[in-house]
T-cell receptor
Framework: GAGVSQSPSNKVTEKGKDVELRCDPI?????LYWYRQSLGQGLEFLIY????????KSGLPSDRFSAERTGGSVSTLTIQRTQQEDSAVYLC????????????FGPGTRLTVL | GENVEQHPSTLSVQEGDSAVIKCTYS??????FPWYKQELGKRPQLIID?????GEKKDQRIAVTLNKTAKHFSLHITETQPEDSAVYFC????????????FGAGTRLAVHP
């Protein structure tokens, strides 16, 4: 079956521009997570969705970052007025709802801000 | 705040040797500890996980141990093979209906033939 997909796979943008990153979770997975992976670093939690609501946004670095999820499926992470420090791989993961369920990761979007 | 420390950052072993990666977590309410393997340019994939109600779990050449008192958990890979070469991440989360994973910084394992 289809796994988690993300688009675009690579995005190069100029400082100050807005970008949108898309995540298509595994069908039927209620929970959706966004993480950020900077070069040579671990994964940093950004936001969690349960259905279309986001009970935990505690990892979003600033108000330039926002995310939404529609129809309990596709999610979009938006970064406004991008800065060079936003350069990273943005990973999306989905899982069935529950405390111990495996998170399945997408391939990530590599964002480069020039 | 929540934090997971992981050591070593790099590990080089000969094929057939064992490899051990150690993690320490700060949130005493954590009760779920997965390990992910990430090959170069690929997505992280779960290789094993452990819940706080057990001290050890094995799956073929891979085992994880947990010491809740010390807030330590470790990944053990025996009879390493070149295809084990990758970056390994530990993570911790607390039960609350969902898994907000707090990741360690990763260990780059190189297995030399």
């Amino acid at each position: 079956g289809a796994g988690v997909s993300q688009s675009p796979s690579n995005k190069v943008t100029e400082k100050g521009k807005d970008v949108e990153l898309r995540c298509d979770p595994i069908s039927g997975h209620t929970a959706l997570y966004w993480y950020r992976q900077s070069l040579g670093q671990g994964l940093e939690f950004l936001i969690y969705f349960q259905g279309n609501s986001a009970p935990d946004k505690s990892g979003l670095p600033s108000d330039r970052f926002s995310a939404e999820r529609t129809g309990g499926s596709v999610s979009t992470l938006t970064i406004q007025r991008t800065q060079q420090e936003d350069s990273a791989v943005y990973l999306c993961a989905s899982s069935p709802l529950g405390a111990y369920n495996e998170q399945f990761f997408g391939p990530g979007t590599r964002l480069t801000v020039l | 705040g929540e934090n997971v420390e992981q050591h070593p950052s790099t590990l080089s072993v000969q094929e057939g040797d064992s490899a051990v990666i150690k993690c320490t977590y700060s949130d005493s309410a954590s009760n779920y500890f997965p390990w992910y393997k990430q090959e170069l340019g690929k997505r992280p994939q779960l290789i094993i996980d452990i819940r706080s109600n057990v001290g050890e779990k094995k799956d073929q050449r891979i085992a994880v141990t947990l010491n809740k008192t010390a807030k330590h958990f470790s990944l053990h890979i025996t009879e390493t093979q070149p295809e084990d070469s990758a970056v390994y991440f530990c993570a911790a989360s607390r039960s609350g209906g969902y898994n907000k994973l707090i990741f360690g910084a990763g260990t780059r394992l190189a297995v030399h033939p």
